[in-house]
Structure formats: C-alpha cells, structure tokens
Nanobody
C-alpha cells in the first residue's frame, strides 16, 4: 500500500498565492522500497477531465509545466524526504480545481495518487 499525503489547499482571491505539498513514503507498508522516479501535480475542475499541471524528475530535477500555468507555478522537490511542492502564484479563478499529487516509482507498474486537495480562487 502506497499513500501520498497532500496538504496546502485552500481559498484565495485572484492574484494570490498558495503552496501545495505532497509526501510519498520511502517504503510500502510491506517494507518494499519506494524509489521515486518522478512526482507531479494534476488537477480536475468540476465537469472537466483531470489535466496535467506540472512534474519533476527526481534525477536531475527536470521540470515540465502545462501552458496554462507556465510562468506562474513552480514545482520543486526534496529528494531525501520524497517531498514535492507546487508554488502557485498569480492565481486565477480558472485555477479552481481539486489538485492531485502523483508519483511514479522504480519497479512499480502503476502511478500512485494522493487523495486530492481543493484549491478555490475567487474573483
């Protein structure tokens, strides 16, 4: 069992900032190592499909962003603690969504997801 734990969502006015955090375990509940390859963030607004926001590779720190958040959001990581952050600046009402953390790990054939955290941006 792998659980990603997210925090940092909330409500903010347009133009404001929020910082999301997510931590992945170092091992599964059965003791198997969970060696992160990459972590990222996705979001899902009401009535819409889940969409990619940003991700970061653990080795080298290469990042990628969706066009809609490029220049406003910044993803970063703490390798040793298996933590990933999403700094969201200049937030817009269209950023309102449930944000999900995701992790890909070495030797695992599936992507793992967090429980989601609500971000609401009012105009």
């Amino acid at each position: 069992q792998v659980q990603l734990v997210e925090s940092g969502g909330g409500s903010v006015e347009a133009g404001g900032s929020l910082r999301l955090s997510c931590v992945a375990p170092g091992h599964t509940s059965s003791g198997r190592p969970f060696s992160v390859l990459a972590m990222g963030w996705f979001r899902q607004a009401p009535g819409k499909e889940r969409e990619f926001v940003a991700n970061i590779r653990w080795s080298g720190g290469t990042t990628s962003y969706s066009d809609s958040v490029k220049g406003r959001f910044a993803i970063s990581r703490e390798n040793v603690q298996n933590k990933v952050y999403l700094q969201m600046n200049s937030l817009k009402p269209e950023d309102t969504a449930v944000y999900y953390c995701a992790a890909d790990a070495l030797g695992y054939g599936t992507r793992y997801w967090g429980q989601g955290t609500q971000v609401t941006v009012s105009s």
